[in-house]
């Protein structure tokens, strides 16, 4: 959400004007001053871009050079998706597509630790295809970071590849990157997710809410209806789940965390020791995900409550 704050341009000291835009495939492309209301009407709060970059070649190539038609020299475009770092998504066909605007393409990271990856990612998408810990774990336990940067190394076609830790501020890293001074916007770090309360109630009632393992989009707009006070999920990965998923990958989270700290400077310790460390959750409070979403009193009201802010 922080790239949003470019949906109205904004000029950098060095003259640069940077401008936000999103890819739609057949849809086109969002682009200019149209795409801050759109963010607004969206119960998100923003807009991403959904063409994935192993798209179609030649609709990709199309998107990206409808931008670069609207776009003028100095133009700097932001462009963003949680999904491009999704492994296969870097081909020899989307390197072709991004060669052929003939203008620099730099690309920033954000990572964070692949457990804490792992346990939000149960809550976001794994929780809902039904298939329980186990399954999320068999698709994602091996989630790979370092496989995730390494795809998109192409100094031919990247001329700046950045990686940085969420600890070191989304915020600050990212304004640095773009040359915008600090003091330009407020935006806060936190990325907190739904009140649980409410996110309990949508699971117990998938089929009667529609929320599903990739359309959050009426978790979304509860959220905004209800505004209720939020805080991280509970942690539901075991001891062993934790091992597991630091040791498949611990050789390349060494890799990983030199590349970071050689362009934004050293990780506390406590950071470093969940990419390492095997045992480094041994001591988090831990809760069994069926115990966790285990139906208690909260639900009727929750229920009521919506029920009542959607009447009115």
């Known amino acids: 959400m922080l790239s949003q704050n470019f949906a109205a341009p904004y000029r950098t000291e060095s003259g640069d004007l940077i401008r936000y835009a999103s890819l739609h495939g057949e849809k086109g492309v969002h682009f200019g001053p149209g795409i801050r209301k759109m ?74 630790p692949p457990v804490d990856w792992f346990n939000s990612g149960w809550w976001q998408w794994g929780v809902w295809n039904g298939g329980g810990l186990g399954r999320w774990f068999e698709e994602a336990g091996h989630i790979n970071l370092l496989e995730r940067l390494r795809q998109w190394d192409n100094p031919e076609v990247i001329s700046r590849l950045a990686i940085f830790e969420i600890s070191q501020s989304p915020y600050r ?64 990965v075991p001891k062993a789940m934790s091992r597991a998923i630091i040791a498949r990958t611990k050789k390349d989270n060494l890799v990983l965390l030199d ?35 285990k139906v208690d009193e909260s639900d009727a009201v929750i229920g009521r409550l919506i029920d009542m802010v959607r009447a009115k």
């Open 39 to 112: 963010a607004l009407k969206n119960p998100s709060g923003y807009v991403a871009s959904s063409l994935p970059m192993n798209a179609d070649p030649a609709l990709l190539e199309a998107n990206l050079k409808d931008i670069a038609a609207r776009s003028g020299a100095e133009d700097v475009v932001v462009l963003s998706s949680e999904g491009w770092s999704n492994p296969g998504m870097a081909k020899p066909e989307t390197f072709q597509a991004l060669a052929s605007l003939g203008v620099p393409v730099e690309i920033v990271m954000f990572v964070r």
């Open 173 to 236: 890293c990212l304004l640095g990157f773009l040359g915008v001074p600090l003091t330009k916007f407020e935006v806060a770090d936190s990325n907190v997710g739904t009140n649980f309360h409410l996110l309990k109630h949508l699971v117990a009632h998938k089929k009667k809410y529609g929320r599903t393992t990739h359309d959050p989009s009426v978790e979304f707009e509860l959220n905004k209806l209800l505004d209720l006070p939020k805080a991280p999920p509970p942690f539901v």
């Open 259 to 293: 590349r970071i700290e050689s362009g934004n400077g050293k990780l506390a310790p406590s950071v470093r020791t969940k990419y390492l460390d095997e045992n480094a959750y041994d001591r988090t409070p831990y809760v069994e995900a069926a115990e966790a979403l």
